[in-house]
């Protein structure tokens, strides 16, 4: 497949501050992609080094198979974006700022606008806002029309930054819901967040940053593949042992891990020697496990030199 | 892209309550000066008031040299000031462009956008001038006096009033491009307004002080009232044609440092 969005060795420096610090992503046609990292870690600068606002010390990237930003002009009218948090002019409405936006660069005609515009506020639930201030909006509203803002053009690639910012649950499933739709009728999703729920719930692969360095990328089904292991949940932990010596990995309160990938298995053991069993899963490590686990501590915690855990 | 930038300027409501604002002193002076019937002696106040009591049609230029020292300097310089600032402040610059807008494209919307503004504004100071001088004075369709003392035709009047505005005009374009330079190297609106202030009043003090008379020739604010040069008999060309090229070459060398700084810059707002 490919290549939608590809960076080699992408660096940015701000003076002494090593914000990025040579990634390589490969996004292909038809991904879910989830960029992780933690508030600090360099994903928004990543971002706006894709977009071309802000110009890389090293490194390339390239967007649609063109090399950025020299080819701004013919590749990000096919790239929806929404970076760091939706902007509007408050004193106008909605479709007022979509219709400016619009304007304000190539590859979206006049003629089709005012349909255009209508499609995408029906589409991120804006519809019936009408003529109201954006000044009047609440937060997830803006968010929404963000969102909207980055649909006008029917891109073949959007980069999301925190896309469900400010959202209530109900909203959070409806855009997870839109994106889908979206991924499946061709729309490549780039998704950069650090709500790894989110990610887990949406995403095919991802691609985990801390300080600026891209520590794992990989498939996102690899990454909490099953280990081998089934998770029993008993009252009665020592029985369990009892009955499948050897092969108890760990005992944990109620909760025992036991070797072997078959639940079921373990379960006609158990009950055919009289254990109770509340219930039984295939252990898969979450994809929180997986990012804590490359990841090191915070990257907004501040330790004095020297003290550093 | 022009179209956008100029819709967004003339469709805010602070536009024109900066040109509404920018009108309340003429305004107030030709209230006064129609309920006292006291107006300056000749030489004294703002040129031209003195000879608007017995010829209105000479109030639009009393209306552009009163706001002229402070009131339309500042609304230019804050409406260059926000062109590029106000965007980054609302976060919307970002949005823009990786529209993508183009950089250069953008300044130079934005560029048109704040001339428009400059001549809006000073048109307005002098039609609201117009009507205040032919409402509330005594109008001379007829002609009127040259500061020199000779007689001018209502034509000649007239033309020599377009001259005028035109030459304001190009001296606010000056402040533009302080503004809108400022206005590339900050995210504050406000810090670039503030700016292109300081510039202007640094340059007028300068130009009090005789120290400073080297380089007073060289001063952006030196030549602003020589459009009262254009009401002489003859008219006296060499300050006016000095002020055209000195703005010039400030409008000049202050759009491309901002051209180079925009162009380049990484945009983090």
Known sequence: MSAVLHTSGLAKRYGRVVAVDGIDLDVRAGDVYGFLGANGSGKTTTVRMLLGLVTPTRGEVELLGERMPRAARRVLPRV??????????????????????????????????????????????????????????????????GLGAALLRRPELLVLDEPTNGLDPQGITEIRGLLLDLNR?????????????????????????????????????????PTGATVVDTPAPERVRAVLDGRVLSVDGGRVLVRGEDPAEVNARLVAAGVPVFGLAVDRPSLEQVVLAAARTSADRVDAPGRRR | MIGVELRKLFGRPRTWATIAVLNSLPVLVA???????????PGEGPPFLSAVLTNGALFPLAALAIVLPLFLPIAVAVVSGDAVAGEAQAGTLRY???????????????LVAVMAFVLVAVVAVAAVGHLLGSLLFEAQPVGGTSV????????????????????????????????????????????????????????????????????????????????????????????????LALQGVYVGVLLAAAWARFSTKDVTS
């Not at chain 1, 619009?102 to 515009?117: L, V």
Request: glycine content about 10%; some cysteine.
């Open chain 2, 31 to 41: 209230a006064l000066l129609a309920l006292t019937d006291l107006a300056p002696r």
């Open chain 1, 80 to 145: 929806g974006a929404l970076i760091e948090g939706p902007a509007f002019h408050g004193h106008l409405s909605g479709p007022a700022n979509l219709s400016l936006l619009d304007a304000a660069g190539p590859g979206g005609t006049r003629r089709t606008r005012r349909r255009r515009i209508a499609d995408v506020l029906d589409q991120v639930g804006l519809g019936g806002v009408a003529r109201r201030p954006v000044r009047a909006y609440s937060l997830g509203m803006r968010q929404r029309l």
């Open chain 2, 148 to 243: 020199s003392g000779t007689t001018l035709t209502a034509e000649q009047l007239s033309g020599r009033t377009l001259l005028a505005i035109g030459y304001v005009t190009v001296s606010m374009l000056g402040v533009a491009a302080f503004g809108l330079f400022f206005s590339t190297l900050t995210d504050s609106p406000l810090a670039a307004a503030l700016g292109a202030l300081a510039v202007l009043v640094g340059s007028s003090l300068l130009f009090t002080l005789d120290a400073a008379s080297p380089i007073a020739p060289y001063l952006p604010t030196r030549y602003w009232l020589a459009f009262v040069d254009l009401f002489r008999d003859p008219i006296p060309w060499r300050d006016v044609s000095r002020g």
């Open chain 2, 96 to 110: 823009l462009l990786a529209r993508p807008a183009g950089r250069t494209r953008l300044l130079v919307a934005k």
């Open chain 1, 185 to 225: 009728t061709g729309t490549t999703v780039f998704l950069s967040s650090h709500l790894l729920a989110e990610v887990e719930q949406l995403c095919t692969r991802v691609g985990v940053l801390d300080r600026g360095r891209l520590v794992l990328r990989d498939e996102l089904a690899g990454l909490t593949a």
